[in-house]
């Protein structure tokens, strides 16, 4: 059998893994992407029969931290099956292939698998000056989106640089970073943004596309339902003491190690939409607020332009202390006099 | 796009408005203020200092011990007192609320459970559509009342509702109804020095005086 | 000499008259209850003219104390605030006709007593009666006072009292007073303590209640005298708010004192007269006025107090309920001691309100009773008074104010009811009487 058109269940059994496991792996992803009880029959049909899905992995002006979170994704698929059941036909941290050979086979896959293969972008794209400050085999890279967009069967942006411009958007943006759906006009992005975005998502995702052979369900910015349809605080294990009018007050204080909601330390849970607090980190071990960091907002758009990391949510950007409010009572108070004393001058009489 | 509107209502926005607020109520106070008293030569019977502190006080209180006038208007009563504890609770306790009150005054403010101000905000909203309903209705209202108050409860009672909309019921929509719910906020921060719902600091002058004019009289209530 | 006018026509000089009273009348004080208003109209609810109307079953939001100052507010609006004057200039200022002006007479010379009920209701705490004397002086100072008030304002110019009741018919009076009712009153004695001034309601209409005034203060055993120039204890100019005669009036009372070189000053059972003896005149003469201002309750229960004066016994039998009067009461802190002094009196007394502030007015106070014109709303007022009288069932009422019993008096025949009105001095007399 052709090496390509292997499914999750052959590469489970080649590996070793019983059915048993392999059944288990897929009640995750059902689970993950939010699908009925009642589908699941077919889903497991669909990974015992489906070939596994091709997919070309662009990096622009990124850190690879993506790909780091990705390789990293254990809870649904077992590490040594991961890689070789997504298939990583091009993807520059990660492949063997260099040079002119790793374009060639670039080239190849994608007339090989058109129409079918998923394209993920990490990083966000520089169009500026006609793409100088990125590119790659002498193509600029808006130039190499636009060559393997084309084709492509689903297009992702992993990471919130690939999602919103991310951090080289970040002011003054030198290289004029966009998002990649910025320069994708027409076409449906997929963004799982997140800095990085949680791998697991990443891989339900594109098996989910296999599965369904579409997109999943997006909201208005473009973001899948399943896991950026709810804020980081509706789901926060310490969202009750959040409602009870619990705070931590410092870093790691008594009230923090308790539990207690990191609102006034700058947490942006209620404003971000991610599944952090559901699916977590390493394996559901942990993430950030549960080691008692204050959620960063890193999945939201310009996180890194605002500003306000360490400042509660509710107070005003710029600053409004008693000075301020000092020197406006002082003010007003002075025009107030001087009105009174206009108005008596006025007044006349007795 | 919403998180664009969300941090110009939280920042250049708010502290606009907070300016607009210190600087309107402060001139509104002073310049009554500064207009001047003539002398009071009559010996008084009482202490006019302690009974006007006292009525700042306890004059919420006071109007509870008029029966035949609360027979007839419960209403004004029950409405307005649960308006005001549901409106001043909510302004300084909520604590995203408190949060902002902490760094405009620099000292620590006491926060209060969801479950409270939950409770305190369906109080304010129902007694506020109420009390405009009845504002509508009554004859003696009627005559009184002209656009700034409709205006007012209007702008009050949407700002009430987005915010509990934003904690309660948002949904997906969060960000944008708390967008909304700060946008309003602030107009309503700054309305406040150009209409009476300024009345907040006038209740220290008013009733201060009629604190001490009941000391200086001799009576009690 | 006509020192207050009534016309009939109104021009312009006239609205330009109120409105520049109107504007130069505001301080802290006044500017502070004009801006606190919240338009919530529970006022209305305690205004015993309001309610008249509306136990009627007629509703006349007018009567709202709150509306009874908005004229003088807008004035105020378009001459203190920003806003007011940026109208003004762009020509939406205050335009007054002589129709708001005629309005402005019916809302504070016909409905309004000052009887401060609104002050105690008010959640702001805003004092009506200061703002209503503002727009009744403006209306005094652009001429026009009622035709009836001005009259009695003038006449108690001339002649020294708004019965015209002068030093000559004062002397008969009490001459009469002395004969009738077996009493020896001292006229001009000095050197005295106190010195006691009847109001000339008192002196014509209720002869008795005088001769029970100087029979207690006879029984006390302090030096007290009467005085033939300050013979007159009420004070019209404050009804119309004229400074002049206000100060003409307090004027001879002052000279009166100081002729006689007495300390106290006891005023009689009449609202404003105490009022303005006790609270206006420190300001009208500052330096001069050194009298300790007395009513002649707080007088009898400080001699109760002190043992000069016992009463042992309860002459009244029947129910009976105390009227406070306004000026007295509420505005003038006496109202712990007729309470103390009627409960030694009356076998079955029972307060119709529950604080002694929520008492309501006769209706008559502040000049009301003179106005003819003001009948209906006085009437109207009467009825709301009644409810208290009803509500603890009793048809004796112990009044310590002259007026008080002379307007509620008046409302009781009109609308042909059987309450009796008396003094409470009287009262206190006739326990006296019997005792030895």
Redesign the interface.
């Known amino acids: 059998m052709f090496k390509n058109m292997e499914s999750l269940y052959d590469l489970y059994k080649n590996k070793g893994y019983s059915r048993r496991e392999f059944l288990r792996s897929i009640m995750l992803l059902s689970a993950t992407l939010g699908f009925p009880p009642s589908m699941f029959p077919d889903v497991v049909k669909a990974l015992e029969s489906r070939p596994k899905p091709a997919v070309i992995w662009l990096e622009f002006q990124d850190c690879a931290g993506c790909t780091e979170s990705f390789i990293k994704s254990t809870s649904i698929l077992p590490a040594d099956v991961l890689l070789d059941y997504i298939s990583l036909e091009y993807h520059e941290t990660l492949m063997a292939p260099s040079g002119f050979y790793a374009e060639e086979s670039k080239k190849e896959a994608i007339e090989k698998h058109r129409g079918r293969y998923i394209l993920v972008v990490e990083g966000s794209v520089s169009p500026k000056d006609r793409g100088v400050y990125c590119t790659i085999g002498g193509k600029s890279n808006a130039e190499l989106l636009q060559e393997a967009a084309e084709g492509a069967g689903l297009i992702i942006a992993v990471g919130s640089c690939a999602s919103w411009g991310g951090i080289p958007y970040a002011y003054p943006n030198p290289t004029g970073a966009v998002a990649v759906s910025k320069l994708l006009k027409g076409k449906e992005v997929v963004n799982i943004p997140g800095c990085p975005p949680i791998g697991d998502v990443i891989v339900s995702v594109i098996a989910g596309y296999t599965i369904t052979g579409k997109p999943p369900e997006l909201d208005s910015l473009g973001r899948p339902k399943a896991f950026y349809g709810q804020t980081i605080h509706d789901r926060c294990y310490r969202r009750p003491f959040y409602n009870a009018g619990r705070f931590a007050e410092s870093f790691d204080d008594e009230k923090a190690k308790k539990g207690y909601c990191l609102y006034k330390l700058g947490c942006k849970g209620p404003m971000t939409r991610n599944a952090c607090a559901t699916i977590r980190w390493n394996g559901g071990l942990s993430f950030p607020i549960q080691s008692g960091h204050p959620c960063f907002g890193c999945s939201e758009p310009d996180f890194w332009d605002r500003g306000f990391v360490y400042t509660p949510l509710s107070v005003v950007e710029g600053g409004f202390g008693p000075k301020e409010a000092l020197l406006s009572v002082t003010v007003g108070a002075a025009l107030g006099a001087g009105a009174a004393y206009l108005n008596k001058k006025l007044r006349g009489g007795k | 796009m919403d998180v664009a509107l969300y941090d110009f209502v939280r920042g250049p926005f708010l502290r606009f408005a907070l300016f607009v607020f210190f600087l309107g109520i402060a001139y509104r106070f002073f310049r009554v203020v500064f207009l001047g008293l003539p002398p009071d030569y009559a010996r008084p019977k009482g202490n006019p200092y302690y009974m006007a502190v006292k009525k700042i006080l306890i004059k919420p209180t006071m109007g509870w011990t008029f029966n035949e006038i609360f027979s007839r208007r419960a209403v004004n009563y029950v409405g307005g007192f649960l308006f005001h504890l549901g409106f001043i609770g909510l302004t300084f306790l909520v604590p995203a609320h408190a949060l902002l009150w902490q760094e405009i005054t620099g000292l620590p403010m006491p926060t209060m459970p969801n479950i409270i101000s939950d409770i305190l905000a369906y109080a304010a909203l129902g007694s506020l559509v109420v009390l405009t309903v009845h504002r509508a209705l009554n004859p003696v209202l009627k005559l009184l009342t002209g656009k700034d108050e409709y205006f007012a409860n209007f702008l009050i009672a949407i700002v009430l509702f987005t915010g509990l909309l934003a904690t309660r019921w948002a949904g997906s929509g969060y960000v944008w109804l708390l967008s909304l719910h700060m946008l309003l906020a602030d107009l309503l921060i700054i309305y406040i020095p150009f209409s009476r719902l300024s009345h907040f600091i006038y209740y220290f002058l008013s009733v201060g005086f009629m604190g001490w004019n009941a000391g200086k009289r001799g009576v009690s209530f | 000499m006509a020192v207050v006018v009534s016309k009939e026509e109104i021009g312009k000089e006239e609205i330009e008259k109120f409105y ?2 109107c ?7 006044v ?3 004009l ?8 006022c ?3 205004c015993l003219f ?1 309610m008249g109307e509306n136990v009627a079953g007629r ?1 006349d ?2 009567l ?1 104390p ?2 009874k100052a908005d004229l003088l507010r807008d004035i105020y609006k378009e ?5 007011g004057r940026i109208k003004k200039l762009l020509g939406f200022g205050v335009k007054i006709t002589p129709e708001d002006l005629k309005e402005q007479v019916k809302l504070v010379f016909y409905t309004c007593t000052n009887c401060d009920r609104c ?9 009506t009666p200061r703002l209503v004397s503002i727009v009744r002086g403006a209306l005094t100072y652009a001429g026009l006072t009622p035709k009836d008030l001005a009259e009695a304002t003038n006449l108690s110019v001339e002649k020294g009292s708004p019965l015209g009741v002068d030093v000559q018919t004062f002397l008969q009076r009490l001459e009469f007073i002395a004969d009738e009712y077996e009493v020896e009153i001292p006229i001009d004695k000095a050197p005295s303590d106190y010195l006691y001034l009847p109001s000339s309601i008192e002196l014509m209409k209720f002869p008795s209640s005088v001769a029970s005034a100087v029979k207690v203060l006879n029984r006390s055993g302090v030096k007290w005298t009467m005085s033939t120039i300050a013979h007159e204890a009420t004070n019209f100019g404050l009804f119309a708010q004229s400074r002049e005669v206000t100060k003409e009036m307090l004027r001879r009372v002052l000279e009166g004192a100081k002729a006689l070189g007495v300390k106290h000053i006891i005023t009689p059972e009449c609202g404003h007269a105490y009022q303005s003896m ?6 009208i003469f ?1 330096r001069e ?1 050194n009298f300790e201002v007395i009513n002649i309750v707080e007088f009898i229960e400080k001699m109760i107090e002190k043992g000069n004066l016992k009463i042992t016994k309860k002459v009244l039998k029947e129910r009976s309920t105390l009227h406070d009067s306004c000026q007295i ?5 006496v ?1 712990r001691e007729p309470r103390k002094i009627l409960n030694m009196l009356a076998e079955d007394f029972k307060d119709s309100v ?5 008492n309501i007015c006769c209706g008559g106070g502040g000049g009301v009773l003179v106005i003819a014109d003001a009948d209906y709303y006085r009437q109207k007022a009467f009825i709301s008074k009644m409810t208290l009288f009803d509500k603890v069932g009793a048809k004796t009422i112990v009044c310590y104010c002259a007026n008080c019993m002379l307007a509620l008096n008046k409302g009781s025949q009109e609308l042909k009811r059987d309450y009796k009105f008396v003094s409470i001095v009287e009262l206190v007399a006739e326990a006296l009487e019997d005792q030895s």
């Not at chain 3, 105690?120 to 705490?125: F, L, R, S």
């Not at chain 3, 529950?354 to 929520?358: D, N, S, V, Y």
């Open positions: 520049q009273f504007k130069n009348s505001i301080n802290t004080e500017a502070a209850y801006e606190a208003c919240v338009r919530c109209g529970i209305a609810e305690a309001y509703i939001p007018t709202t709150a509306y001459n203190y605030t920003f806003w002050t105690k209701a008010c959640p702001m705490g805003i004092d006790r609270f206006v005149a420190p300001n500052p006025w009461g509420r505005r003038g802190g109202l529950l604080i002694p502030e929520h």
